[in-house]
């Protein structure tokens, strides 16, 4: 890996966690104090801002626009945006702890997707990291457990979409060589469509409260407004993220700004926690910090065994009858994929 790709990646981390945690302290004043809590609805106005200043940056030439099959962006516009409703459905109808479970079940569902249909590897130590990973975010997060039918089935829905919505970011920018703003701007306005319909019926459900019935006070659209404008910085930095990592690395970078909006719930807006909370953070911050170490000593172990010397190039040349046996098996270990 390059350094300029190495500080394109750490841009885009860093960018995603400060916006991740920004929007989400903004919509909790805007959700709790405001008493605004037209999640899905509010969801759908951010991917039309995200559009329409995507547009602008286009019509200016910051980015070129690339075709894309029309039914591909389709598929994936209603998967994504189907998949934030199932989440903020899941919410609803479950309780706190596990809504939680079904963020954690994720990371798994994608390892198992991408070891099954995209035939990638993980070592055990990856394995390993993302388990202590997942033991200190649900120590830090999961209280109850209590289970329904209808919360059951929408939360499994949930994981589904969000995982091949997530694996289709990925795959879709590398198959078709294009970036995370041209994707973006392609499956943005279908995101949208989406929410845009569906999210005052599920509003409605979840709050028995009509979006078109509340009161537009000053601060409230003033929070709206803040809240869109951050969105556009989440949506992009989320593509980019999945674009230039992996599925499971953007779900692992979620656990951090989970953790974060912990600690900053306690700092700034005088959340309870317990020792318990601090426990499980420690705990998540370890395992992160060891998927962040064997990721990058494997990434560096396979750019190394892909980069083959020219001696060894014309070694090859001069004595091509080399045992089948073993070049199949040094074939085999040299091709594994970490997917990290």
Known sequence: MTAGLQLGVIGSLALSVASSVAIVICNKALISTLGFPFATTLTSWHLMVTYCTLNVAQRLHFFEPKAIDGHTVILFG????????????????????????????????????????????????IKLSLMVLLLGVGIASVTDLKLNMLG????????????????????????????????????????AAILFATGPFVDKLLTNRSVFAHKYTT????????????????????FLVIGTTSPVTYQVLGHLKTCLVLSFGYTLLHDPFTMRNILGILVAIFGMGLYSFF????SKKKSTNDALPVSQMQDKETEPLLATKDSSDTKKANGVSHGC
């Open 152 to 191: 059951s089935v929408l939360s499994g829905l949930a994981i589904v979409t969000t995982c091949v919505g997530q694996i289709l970011t990925n795959t879709i920018q590398k198959k078709l060589k294009v970036s995370s703003t041209q994707l973006l701007y392609q499956s943005a306005p279908y995101q």
């Open 78 to 125: 209603f998967l994504n945006g189907t998949s934030i409703g199932l989440l903020n459905l899941s919410l609803g109808f479950n309780s706190i702890g596990f809504y939680q479970m079904t963020k954690l079940a994720i990371i798994p569902f994608t390892v198992l997707l991408e070891t099954i249909f995209l035939n990638k590897r993980f070592s055990e130590t």
């Open 219 to 238: 601060p409230v659209v003033g929070f709206i407004v803040l809240s869109c404008l951050i969105a556009v910085s989440v949506n992009f930095s989320t």
């Open 295 to 298: 990721s990058v000593r494997e």
